[in-house]
């Protein structure tokens, strides 16, 4: 008999539009509890063209300086061929769509200042969802 066990779930939350960072950590940190894995991972994915995954630390100034990063690599005004947001389309194949995290003890494993955030690049606000697997042992 195996003790290894695979759960999904999916979180839905609505953007306030381009660039919009939203913490999800403590939706992920009660993963590994809620779903008794002792031992696993969480795997996070985030299904959209325009919204990205990231893990830092949640600082308003840090938050700032990934915006400008953001705006630097991929202006907002530029003469693209795709129609009205091709920018927010850019930025986000810059970085993944999503993340996997420990779960060790029953707890899903952060590094000291990092945070799961969501970043909305759309021009719009939207509603989001994030689909969650957690995987492990109980």
């Known amino acids: 008999m195996s003790n290894f066990k695979v759960v ?3 979180i839905s939350f609505t953007t306030n539009g381009e660039i919009d960072f939203v913490d999800l950590s403590d939706k992920n940190s009660r993963g590994g509890n809620s779903f008794s894995i002792k031992n696993g991972i969480v795997h996070v994915f985030a299904p959209h ?3 990205i995954l990231i893990l830092t ?11 400008a990063l953001l705006d ?6 530029k003469a693209y061929k795709h129609p009205s947001n091709a920018h927010s389309h850019l930025r986000s194949i810059l970085l993944p769509p999503d993340k996997t995290l420990p779960i060790v003890d029953g707890n899903v494993t952060f590094g000291t200042w990092q945070s799961l955030l969501f970043v909305e690049t759309d021009v719009y606000p939207r509603k989001r969802t994030i689909i ?7």
């Open 8 to 10: 999904n779930r999916s």
């Open 49 to 51: 063209a325009t919204g």
């Open 57 to 67: 630390e949640n600082d308003s100034a840090l938050l700032d300086d990934i915006k």
């Open 72 to 77: 630097e690599l991929a202006p907002k005004k």
């Open 132 to 138: 969650i697997q957690v995987m492990g042992e109980q």
